[in-house]
T-cell receptor
Framework: GAVVSQHPSRVICKSGTSVKIECRSLDFQATTMFWYRQFPKKSLMLMATSNEGSKATYEQGVEKDKFLINHASLTLSTLTVTSAHPEDSSFYIC????????????????FGQGTRLTVV | RKEVEQDPGPFNVPEGATVAFNCTYSNSASQSFFWYRQDCRKEPKLLMSVYSSGNEDGRFTAQLNRASQYISLLIRDSKLSDSATYLCVVNTGQGGKLIFGQGTELSVKP
């Protein structure tokens, strides 16, 4: 199956610093990628849709200035958590789907391995 | 009302048991449906897609009832390795956006 690689898998940072997380589609082009976060024992919550060559679409309640998304190429999307605080500590995970006939519909999503962020 | 809602769990069952998970979704325009499995601290992995005609993959059977907006997953002859959180996932058709249920934790005991 398709492979999505996410890096880093784990990061610990100090409050106030910024952290960049990369999501790469290794063997396919992903014009759209999705970013989720997951709190312990909770489900994945969609944060934003990353669109290659255009602005990301953020879900309600997600601060776009806090979570900067850049999708500069067909294989790479990045999420930067700016001025991180302890409450930003979470599991962040990206996904991408292979487009079928020009738009994504019935295909499964392929997930990156996730990034566990701890802000101290 | 949550867009995708699952049995709260956790389910604790002995090896060999049959266990059923239920899921409902609110958006009648939803277009495709999946069950994913997530192990602790790992990314979700696709278990199976769910089709209106129902589909089976070994010990796993998935059903979809579009009229009732209801999805189910049946696991027969549970194994210890089936212990995980099972996520009901709906593709709303909005550019591939997936909506996840809160997950149902399954623990299979010897």
């Amino acid at each position: 199956g398709a492979v999505v690689s996410q890096h880093p898998s784990r990061v610990i940072c100090k409050s106030g610093t910024s952290v960049k997380i990369e999501c790469r589609s290794l063997d396919f082009q992903a014009t759209t990628m999705f970013w989720y976060r997951q709190f312990p024992k909770k489900s994945l919550m969609l944060m934003a849709t990353s669109n290659e060559g255009s602005k990301a679409t953020y879900e309600q309640g997600v601060e776009k200035d806090k979570f900067l998304i850049n999708h500069a190429s067909l294989t790479l999307s990045t999420l930067t958590v700016t001025s991180a605080h302890p409450e930003d500590s979470s599991f962040y995970i990206c996904s991408a789907s292979i487009r079928d006939r020009g738009w994504v519909m019935n295909t499964e999503a392929f997930f990156g391995q996730g990034t566990r962020l701890t802000v101290v | 009302r949550k867009e995708v809602e699952q049995d709260p769990g956790p389910f604790n069952v002995p090896e060999g048991a049959t266990v059923a998970f239920n899921c409902t979704y609110s958006n009648s325009a939803s277009q495709s449906f999946f069950w994913y499995r997530q192990d602790c601290r790992k990314e979700p992995k696709l278990l199976m897609s769910v089709y209106s005609s129902g589909n089976e993959d070994g010990r796993f059977t998935a059903q979809l009832n579009r009229a009732s907006q209801y999805i189910s997953l049946l696991i027969r002859d549970s194994k210890l390795s089936d212990s995980a959180t099972y996520l009901c996932v709906v593709n709303t058709g909005q550019g591939g956006k997936l909506i996840f249920g809160q997950g149902t934790e399954l623990s299979v005991k010897p």
